[in-house]
């Protein structure tokens, strides 16, 4: 079945320091969605793209969808200790009728 | 605050028992979705439904079943639970059917259960 995997596991950062997170799926997707998870929360939909090459911005973060739509990153510029939580990508099954979730990246931002 | 709201909050019980998980997704959402969260296995999806009927099913173990109401809520039902059930389980809801739409699924806060 399709997996997607998402590296690293743990990041610990300084405060201020960039943050990079990648998503890999084992199969071509039709799009891929971003949640983040603050610690003892529940995930919340950061983004989704769809396009090949797509790329967005929301003010510090950027994400990319690959060329051939099996892969994506989340960067972080400049992070803050509000970005603490775990950054997750998704992408449809196969069936298109479920969302496999990475593993996640948990993020620590030293102060 | 996603307007998707779950009950009960914490839920301890006992291996061999039977619990009920409640979710009602947010106004004018017709889908709902069933996710359960372990330290090991991160967030598995479980079960769909849209507008009362299944829609998609994932890695949802026999003893777990689920249904929709007329009036949208969704139960999760878990019986002879074990120690390995223990985990969140979170309930999530959209607007449209499927993937296929793009919906964005809105998750509640989560039902943390322990079996003991």
């Known amino acids: 079945g399709q997996q997607v995997m998402q590296i690293p596991q743990y990041q610990h950062v300084q405060e201020g320091e960039d943050f990079t997170t990648y998503c890999n799926s084992s199969?071509?997707?039709?799009?891929i969605q971003w949640y983040k998870q603050r610690p003892g929360g529940h995930p919340v939909f950061l983004i989704q793209?769809?396009?090949?090459?797509e790329v967005k911005k929301q003010k510090r973060l950027t994400f990319q969808f690959g060329e051939a739509k099996k892969n994506s990153s989340l960067h972080i510029t400049a992070t803050q200790t509000t970005d603490v939580g775990t950054y997750f990508c998704a992408g449809p099954s196969g069936s298109a009728r479920q969302l496999t979730f990475g593993s996640g990246t948990q993020l620590t931002v030293l102060p | 605050d996603s307007g998707v709201t779950q009950t009960p909050k914490h839920l301890i019980t006992a291996t061999g028992q039977r619990v009920t998980l409640r979710c009602s997704p947010r106004s004018g959402d017709l889908s709902v979705y069933w996710y359960q969260q372990s330290l090991d296995q991160g967030l598995q999806f479980l079960i769909q439904y849209y507008n009362g009927e299944e829609r998609a099913k994932g890695n949802i173990l026999e003893r777990f079943s689920a249904q929709q109401f007329p009036d949208l809520h969704s139960e999760l039902n878990l019986s002879s639970l074990e120690l390995g059930d223990s985990a969140l389980y979170f309930c999530?809801?959209?607007?449209?059917?499927?993937?296929?739409?793009?919906?964005?699924?809105?998750f509640g806060p989560g039902t943390r259960l322990t079996v003991l």
């Open positions: 199969t071509t997707l039709s799009n």
């Open positions: 999530a809801s959209s607007v449209a059917p499927g993937l296929a739409a793009r919906d964005t699924q809105y």
């Open positions: 793209l769809v396009k090949s090459g």
